[in-house]
């Protein structure tokens, strides 16, 4: 007991140092699965963010939208990358983490299970999803576990990218024809409170913060983030000459008052029961089944040169 003690001291004194946890550094078990469940959560979804834009890409205005679009789909698919890579050096394997995804164990964004219907959707998830995703994601380039920390550099730079190019979108159809800016209009109403929830419930629901804030995987509350948010999305609204729902300044507070969260609704789609749940991860599941050869092939391709690499070795 004694000897727990001490590790649990040592560790989290290197927390309180700024001293990032390593792969093969002493770790509480709760760190461990905390973590896991984070990465793998932030992992599927990318992967399952690609779905809604791919459904875009044949559809596209024009070619250089179309280009734009599938390199912001190829980004997402190499940030799942990056974090599952993450992920397996806590001990879990790629195959644990897609299994949990797919049997409906791990969960991921609540914000992918609602459909995307018009083409300024790609604008309102680009600027509002991923925007909120930075939010979240920038704090997390200082998160105590050095793997994760590494990744969500790069992640973050690209994401920026796809921010910019979602307002782009958005801005040129505020400056069409009637029908465009209604189709604008209309789309931002419909993703502002959901983007808002991907901050999470409110502080005082989540079961994880505290933990999370002491271990430095989280450096700012749920209700801190989805502030600063919304602070931000209210001014740069005012160049599209469009309206977030529900949004009013408030001059004692000095910040932007929102309207209510439906919390109950945010739940019953985080268990599944949102519009496409059942769509997302039917996807997810037959692409990974249409893909077993590619990794069998993969697999026998580094096994055989392996072997030859080990004869060559023998030969000389």
């Known amino acids: 007991m004694d000897t727990t003690k001490n590790l649990e001291e040592i560790f989290q004194s290197k927390i309180d140092h700024e001293i990032k946890i390593e792969p093969k550094d002493w770790m509480p078990d709760a760190y461990r699965k905390t973590l896991i469940r984070q990465i793998s959560q932030h992992a599927h979804s990318e992967i399952v963010g690609m779905l809604p834009e791919g459904n875009w890409i044949t559809r596209t205005p024009s070619l250089r939208r179309k280009v734009a679009l599938l390199a912001k789909i190829q980004d997402e698919a190499g940030h799942g990358l990056y974090l599952y890579s993450a992920a397996e050096t806590l001990g879990i394997t790629r195959d644990q983490l897609l299994d949990e995804l797919h049997t409906g164990k791990a969960k991921y964004s609540s914000i992918f299970n609602y459909p995307a219907l018009t083409w300024a959707d790609m604008g309102s998830v680009g600027w509002l999803v991923d925007g909120a995703a930075i939010m979240n994601q920038v704090m997390l380039c200082r998160t105590s576990y050095g793997p994760y920390a590494r990744a969500m550099v790069r992640i973050c730079k690209e994401e920026s990218f796809h921010h910019r190019q979602g307002f782009e979108i958005l801005l040129t159809l505020s400056q069409g024809t009637e029908a465009q800016k209604k189709m604008c209009q209309e789309s931002i109403n419909r993703w502002w409170k959901p983007a808002l929830m991907m901050f999470g419930p409110p502080d005082e629901q989540s079961s994880n913060t505290e933990m999370s804030m002491k271990w430095k995987i989280k450096r700012e509350t749920n209700d801190e983030l989805r502030q600063r948010f919304v602070d931000v999305a209210a001014e740069q609204v005012k160049f599209l000459n469009m309206t977030l729902p529900d ?70």
């Open 247 to 316: 949004v009013v300044w408030n001059e004692s507070t000095g910040h932007y008052d929102f309207g209510a969260l439906d919390w109950d609704h945010f739940w019953n789609v985080v268990k599944g029961n949102g519009p496409c749940n059942k769509q997302r991860l039917d996807a997810r599941i037959k692409a990974h089944e249409n893909g077993a050869w590619v990794r069998e092939a993969a697999l026998a391709f580094a096994e055989k040169q392996k072997i030859r690499q080990q004869s060559q070795v023998k030969t000389a």
